[in-house]
């Protein structure tokens, strides 16, 4: 089944220590994204990439960073994980034009100790 | 800027409807969206409905769209105990190619055996 899957479901680091959270899509969507979702909060667009080109909402910390080698894999950065990073992060997809329908990854929640 | 607002939390009976309701802000939302959340898992999209519609039917699921009021609601018909969820409104522009989609804080449905 073509699908989202992100890497690892669980990771715990500690305070400050780099994370890399992974995103592979068997979909062939140009559209790829990340979002942070913490508890009672709606999900918060962090960036983009819509093909090769990468898209920073303005509110997105410099911690996070994103890279997308290929159409299939986009990863996510955090260089030095603050206890506030503490979310769920959720990879989703979609293809242009029309509807911008998501197809999300069941995400990887991260623990910063 | 866009803003979605749901009601944070439902309960209903099984076999009951459930309404849940959604407020956005954005009058250039074009499509608007229902998504599904499973406790421990990605956003799944349920429907969604163009801005030139007023209602949706598919299965027991049915949106409808007050576009003067900016007012989208879902009803579940025959709720069952699986409908047990978070449901979130989400709404985007139709500005071509890439459409940010902006999510509301999700409402929390509980179903009662």
């Known amino acids: 089944d073509a699908m989202v899957i992100q890497n690892p479901r669980y990771q715990v680091t500690q305070f400050g220590k780099p994370v890399t959270l992974s995103c592979s899509q068997t979909?062939?969507?140009?559209?790829m994204y990340w979002y942070q979702q913490k508890s009672s909060q709606a999900p918060k667009l962090l960036f983009h990439?819509?093909?090769?080109?990468?898209?920073n909402e303005a509110d997105t910390p410099d911690n996070f960073q994103s890279r997308r080698p290929n159409t299939s894999f986009c990863f996510l950065d955090i260089r030095s994980p603050g206890l506030g990073d503490a979310a769920m992060y959720l990879c989703?997809?979609?293809?242009?034009?029309?509807?911008?329908?998501?197809?999300f990854g069941a995400g990887s929640r991260l623990t910063v100790l | 800027g866009e803003d979605v607002e749901q009601s944070l939390f439902l309960s209903v009976r099984e076999g009951d409807s459930s309404v849940i309701n959604c407020t956005y802000t954005d009058s250039s939302s074009t499509y608007l969206y229902w998504y599904k959340q499973e406790p421990g898992a990605g956003l799944q999209l349920l429907t969604y409905i163009f801005s030139n519609m007023d209602m949706k039917q598919d299965q027991r699921l049915t949106v409808l769209l007050n576009k003067k009021d900016k007012h989208l609601s879902l009803r579940i018909a025959d709720t069952q105990t699986g409908d047990s969820a978070i449901y979130f409104c989400a709404e985007s522009p139709n500005s071509g190619g890439y459409q940010k989609v902006t999510f509301g804080t999700g409402t929390k449905l509980q179903v009662i055996p």
């Open positions: 979909l062939n969507h140009n559209v």
């Open positions: 989703a997809t979609s293809t242009s034009p029309g509807a911008n329908v998501l197809t």
């Open positions: 990439y819509y093909d090769k080109d990468f898209n």
